[in-house]
């Protein structure tokens, strides 16, 4: 269990409407990140942090906007959503190193996102 | 073109017998690479990863790359019903973000 809690886990909000999911962690991790899956797209990276109030975008990260105030919790904000941002989202976080050097992700168990 | 290369899958396959999934990448500087297992309607769990041009085996698991020809496999042996899921493999290159392949969904028939 990496400690990860994604907040709404299922939320229906309408066309236009801001929308806010937020990603906690116990863990003291460095590296946080925001996925969307889609049918066919796999995972997509939206954003991603590398410490407090350092973030940088991913490949799909027009639309949406993130924040990372203090080191557990990583925001991602739907300014005004669209039907096209309907999706599963996931959190990740970026474990220590392993003695590989790699640093796997674990991710969170989802928010389910219906724009209408 | 994108950057990791999966078939969609149905991979259909009878119990017992072993499973080839595979992924192609486009970037050859990629570093390192994952498999992830994906029940329907969970997260995505790590099962392997790989950096070494060669085989690694867990279990019933064996990873095997390529960088020469750009691509890494996954073997999964004696398939068992609860293999069924969708895979995805994917890779890190320099820096700290993986690209994911779009997953192959794999089902083990009884």
């Known amino acids: 269990d990496a400690g990860i809690t994604q907040s709404p886990r299922h939320k229906v909000t309408e066309t236009g409407t801001p929308v806010t999911l937020r990603c906690h962690q116990t863990?003291?991790?460095?590296?946080m990140y925001w996925y969307r899956q889609d049918p066919g797209h796999g995972l997509r990276l939206i954003h991603y942090?590398?410490?407090?109030?350092?973030?940088d975008k991913g490949e799909v990260s027009d639309g949406y906007s993130v924040s990372r105030s203090k080191t557990e919790d990583f925001l991602l904000t739907l300014e005004s959503a669209t039907s096209s941002q309907t999706s599963v989202y996931f959190c990740?976080?970026?474990?220590?190193?392993?003695?590989?050097?790699?640093?796997?992700?674990?991710f969170g168990e989802g928010s389910r996102l219906t724009v209408l | 073109q994108k950057e990791v290369e999966q078939n969609s899958g149905p991979l259909s396959v009878p119990e017992g017998a072993i499973a080839s999934l595979n992924c192609t990448y486009s970037?050859?500087?990629?570093?390192?690479f994952f498999w992830y297992r994906q029940y329907s309607g969970k997260s995505p769990e790590l099962i392997m990863f790989?950096?070494?041009?060669g085989d690694k085996e867990d279990g019933r698991f064996t990873a095997q790359l390529n960088k020469a020809s750009q691509y890494v496999s996954l073997l999964i042996r004696d398939s068992q019903p609860s293999d069924s899921a969708t895979y995805l493999c994917?890779?890190?290159?320099?820096?700290?973000?993986?690209?994911f392949g779009g997953g192959t969904r794999v089902l083990v028939k009884p």
């Open positions: 990740a976080i970026r474990d220590r190193a392993t003695s590989s050097g790699t640093g796997e992700l674990f």
């Open positions: 863990e003291n991790h460095r590296y």
């Open positions: 942090s590398y410490g407090v109030k350092d973030t």
């Open positions: 970037d050859r500087g990629s570093q390192s």
């Open positions: 790989i950096y070494s041009n």
């Open positions: 994917a890779w890190k290159a320099a820096g700290n973000k993986l690209t």
